[in-house]
T-cell receptor, first 113, second 112 residues
Framework: SQQGEEDPQALSIQEGENATMNCSYK?????LQWYRQNSGRGLVHLIL?????REKHSGRLRVTLDTSKKSSSLLITASRAADTASYFC?????????????FGQGTILTVHP | DGGITQSPKYLFRKEGQNVTLSCEQN?????MYWYRQDPGQGLRLIYY???????QKGDIAEGYSVSREKKESFPLTVTSAQKNPTAFYLC???????????FGPGTRLTVL
């Protein structure tokens, strides 16, 4: 079963605007990751946040994690047309082995030039 | 170049035929994974392997088989028992004690 549920399913913005995507999950987790997928390609790892962290930054990316609400958000600031892709959250549930991830259904982001 | 490769990029199969998808990595990773992705959906885990000659079923293993005879290679066979095999198949690898996965470019399988 898919643990991660993402919201919105699709997001359309103009270049320069910020994009925020949300991920909710059902069980306790060890960590949560965000991946990007360009159309018809493999996934690329963006950022990992551990269950004891609340916020993490990487370049134009900011990820927050609220374990009490079982949710995470990914913020992309000053978006570019090249950010157009699908974005997936992935969780490793507590008590499971390394690498056994559960992926959400993804948010399709379109950035218009 | 270090990376993970999958071949072929596109694969067509007649109903009732088995087909094998290739996955090779030169990242020296111990763990390898196979996922299935259907349109508009996330990834679902088919099989994973953490060591040579050992592998575990994922969430949707029925109709699939794998082998792990070499650390670098983790081929996936889609058998005729898989009722709806048309999908995008992704292979990934990681270090044994890490969760960050590195993905190949994928194979799109179409059953005619």
């Amino acid at each position: 079963s898919q643990q991660g549920e993402e919201d919105p399913q699709a997001l359309s913005i103009q270049e320069g605007e910020n994009a925020t995507m949300n991920c909710s999950y059902k069980t306790s987790i060890n960590n949560l990751q965000w991946y990007r997928q360009n159309s018809g390609r493999g996934l690329v790892h963006l950022i990992l946040i551990r269950s004891n962290e609340r916020e993490k930054h990487s370049g134009r990316l900011r990820v927050t994690l609220d374990t009490s609400k079982k949710s995470s958000s990914l913020l992309i600031t000053a978006s570019r047309a090249a950010d157009t892709a699908s974005y997936f959250c992935a969780t490793r549930a507590g008590g499971t082995s390394y690498g056994k991830l559960t992926f959400g259904q993804g948010t399709i982001l379109t950035v218009h030039p | 170049d270090g990376g993970i490769t999958q071949s072929p990029k596109y694969l067509f199969r007649k109903e009732g035929q088995n087909v094998t998808l290739s996955c090779e990595q030169n990242l020296n990773h111990d763990a390898m994974y196979w996922y299935r992705q259907d349109p508009g959906q996330g990834l679902r885990l088919i099989y994973y392997s953490q060591i040579v000659n050992d592998f575990q079923k994922g969430d949707i293993a029925e109709g699939y088989s794998v082998s792990r005879e070499k650390k670098e290679s983790f081929p996936l066979t889609v058998t005729s028992a898989q009722k709806n095999p048309t999908a995008f198949y992704l292979c990934a690898s990681s270090i044994l004690t890490g969760d960050t996965q590195y993905f190949g470019p994928g194979t799109r399988l179409t059953v005619l």
